[in-house]
Every structure is written in C-alpha cells, then in structure tokens.
C-alpha cells in the first residue's frame, strides 16, 4: 500500500518528464510569437534535428546498448508497435459506424487513430523518466532511447514507405470523384496531373521531410509531362480501352511507389538505424566503438576503442535533437490556427471519440497486455526487463502525429482541392491538451507494475 510520502514521490515522477518537454514548446511559442524566429527559421531548425541531431542521437544509444543478447528486444517493440496500430486500425473503423466523421476526413480520421507521434514527444520523455528511480542505472537511459529508435522506424516505414500517406491521399481522391471524375484510372490521371504546387509546414516530428518534397517534386515533373495531351472526361469503371497516357500515368504511379519506398528506405534516418543496429548485433564492429566483454580491439592512444571518439561526437551532437525538436514543435503550435467560422461544424464526437480511443481505451489495453505477457511469457525477462516494459506500455499512450497535419497540407496543395487541415488541427489541439493528464497516469502505472 502507498505512503503518503511515497504516493507524492510517485506522482512528482509522473508528472516531472511532461514539465521537462513542457518548458522547450513554450520557449519555441514565444520565439515565433514574438518575432525572434519565422517560419524559413523553423523550416532550418527543423531540419538540423532531422538531418543531423537526431540520427547522431539514434547512432549514440543503439551501438553501446544494443547486443546479441538483447537483440530479440528489438522485435518485441516491433511486435508492440505492430499490435497498437492494429488495434488502433479496428477502434477507428468501429467510431466510424458510430460517430459523424466529415466525409473528406474518414481515411484521415484513421490515420489518426493509426499513426501516433512516436518520435521527439515520447523519446524526450523517455530519457527523463529512465534518468531517475527506478531507473537511473548508466545504461538505462541510453537503452530507453534505442528501444524507442525502433518504433520510430516502424512509424516511418508504415506512414511513408507502407499506407499512410495513401491513405490521407485518398481523401482528396473523394473529393476529385464528387467533380465527375470517376473509376479509378480517372482518380489516379486526377492524382497525377493536378498538381503545380507544393505547400512545406514545419511540425513536430517529420522525420522524412526532405523526402516527402523530393516526392512531391517528381510528381510534379511526371504531371506536367503527362498532363500535355490529357482532356478530363467521364470515365466507367469498367471501360475497357486504356489510352497510352492512361498507361504512362499508371506505370509513373507504379515507379513512384518503388521510389518512394527507396527514397525513405534509404533516408538519413533509416539508414543510421540500420547501420548502428547491424554495428551494435556484430561483436567484432562493437568492440571498434566501445568496450566489449572478453572481446580485443584496436585501440587509440589514449587506451579506448580506435572509433570512440565517433561515439562520442555522436552523443554530443545527438544531445541537441530532442531539445531542438520540441522547441519546433512548441513554434508549430503556436503558429496553428482554426477559423473561427469553422468551428461550429467541427466534429466533436469524432475529436472527443478520437482522443478516448488514444488516450484511454488503447492505454488501459496496452497495460493490459503488459501485464498479461509478463505473467505468462519469459519475453520480459532479465536484467533490462524494466527498461522494456516501461517502453512498450509508454507507446501504448500517444497522440497524433503532428506530421499528418504537414503530409494534408501537401496533399490539399497537390490535388488542388479543399483541405481537411483545419478538422486536423481541433483533432490534434485537443489531445495535446488532455496528454498531461493521460501521459501522467501511464507513467505513475507503469512504474506502480514495475515496482
């Protein structure tokens, strides 16, 4: 039973990683608000933690605290992340039969339930709670990270390289349809060639921006050829002839896909993930960085591994990511706005149903599951079970990914039709402001299990 005296302990932990990342966001509010910063200023910042702090800090975690030994950790957060978003999928079908979601925002309303914000939020969190009791051990903050490192690459690959961004493109799709473009190669020759333009907003956590607008660029080369010779037309769905332009148009969407998936793939991020993974599973590239047990190595002068000091300038350069990122993210806010005339025909069953499933329903399954698994399975076993179970009930309880508002904009922008952001923003805005609470209330239970 709980003291008072340990009770407030508990509770000031809980609560003590959400001031932490609290502070940066209003540093970065006020910088926008005030003028110090605009938006060119936020798009660099932005970058500079995309592009270089934040896989140095991925580098850094991953090889001195990933081994052979706990490598299967890695598909255990894999198998969570995969089991959250399934799950995630099923309570969003399921709102749609029940609440009114705007027709132009039902894939978005999955995808919003799907894809969470995996990146700076809960990693920033993360290494303040594994800094201090129970934790605090030296390697339990650096092992927190690199499991998180691996939810962030299945948030990648599923939104960029997999259906995610599909799927916020198809909203626009229907909306293309209600202007008698119909069938579906008249959807993909409408996807195709209106667009002239591109729209880039900054956001919290867009790990894959750069690509995105390399994406974005294509298509509009791709467009403006095959749109020369193109006269818009009803089209059935079952007609049978296929024009050439309709066939170019299909196999450039085909080569866009594999590029796509290539381009993120092969992105600084996903790289550095997977390079410091493979470094991290071979003993003999590990022992080149840190000291490894019962293992010899090149050394430097000064005694250490011959490629510490990479390591080290790594863990230095990688200590500017999560501060950087939030202070971002605390702009992006900031610089958020929904018109006024548009808020009495906002959806609020679906926004409140949304953020019931997310920080709620999904957080109290996810202990569930925890807890079940460790009762019957030998999964969290060993000396940094703590740190693994903390991580896969933590993700369990996460609000949307503020990149999806950014992947809307372009999209909007390269369909040339109406965008959902503004319902997007109401979505997002209301989740961030109850994820204090929720946010407090998995911390204080994950540490309560752990104890």
Not at 31 to 51: D, M
Not at 122 to 129: G, K, N, R
Not at 406 to 431: H, K, Y
């Amino acid at each position: 039973m709980l003291t008072e005296q340990s009770f407030g302990k508990l509770v000031w932990v809980s609560v003590k990683p959400l001031i932490k990342i609290t502070l940066p966001s209003l540093v970065g509010a006020y910088l926008i608000k005030s003028g110090k910063i605009n938006n060119n200023g936020l798009k660099v910042a932005a970058k500079l933690q995309i592009y270089g702090a934040l896989p140095c800090l991925m580098f850094a975690n991953i090889v001195p605290s990933i081994s052979f030994e706990n490598f299967s950790s890695i598909g255990v957060c894999f198998g969570f992340g995969i089991f959250y978003m399934l799950v995630s999928y099923l309570m969003a079908s399921i709102a749609l039969k029940i609440v009114h979601v705007p027709e132009n925002f039902k894939s978005g309303f999955v995808v919003a339930a799907v894809w969470s914000n995996w990146g700076n939020l809960p990693i920033s969190v993360i290494q303040s709670l594994t800094s201090e009791y129970p934790f605090g051990k030296p390697m339990d903050e650096v092992l927190g990270v690199a499991y998180a490192s691996f939810f962030v690459l299945l948030y990648n690959l599923t939104m960029y390289a997999g259906p995610g961004k599909t799927l916020i493109e198809k909203d626009y799709l229907v909306q293309l349809s209600r202007f008698g473009i119909t069938g579906k190669r008249s959807l993909r020759r409408a996807s195709t060639i209106l667009t002239q333009s591109s729209l880039v907003s900054v956001e919290a956590e867009d790990f894959q921006e750069e690509n995105d607008n390399q994406n974005i660029q294509a298509n509009q080369e791709e467009s403006c050829h095959s749109s020369r010779a193109i006269v818009y037309e009803q089209t059935d769905e079952t007609q049978p002839l296929i024009s050439p332009v309709e066939l170019h148009t299909e196999r450039s969407e085909i080569r866009r896909g594999f590029k796509r998936f290539w381009d993120n793939l092969l992105s600084p991020l996903s790289l550095v993930l997977l390079l410091s993974t493979f470094i991290a599973a071979t003993p003999m590239l590990k022992a080149l960085f840190v000291e490894v047990k019962n293992r010899e190595s090149i050394t430097a002068p000064d005694g250490k591994p011959v490629l510490s000091v990479i390591l080290d300038s790594t863990q230095y350069l990688g200590a500017a990511a999560i501060p950087l990122a939030l202070i971002v993210t605390g702009a992006s806010f900031a610089n958020m706005s929904i018109p006024r005339d548009s808020w009495s025909s906002l959806p609020i069953a679906a926004i409140l149903g949304l953020s019931v499933i997310k920080l709620l329903i999904l957080p109290v399954i996810g202990v569930a599951a925890v807890f079940a698994i460790d009762k019957t399975t030998n999964i969290f076993e060993g000396k940094e079970a703590k740190i693994l179970k903390m991580i896969c009930l933590y993700y369990s309880c996460t609000v949307t990914s503020t990149n999806q508002i950014s992947l809307a904009t372009l999209a909007a922008s390269e369909f040339n039709t109406e965008g959902n952001v503004d319902i997007l923003c109401a979505f997002v805005i209301v989740q961030y402001i109850l994820y204090p609470i929720s946010g407090t209330a998995i911390i204080a239970t994950g540490i309560r299990i752990l104890l």
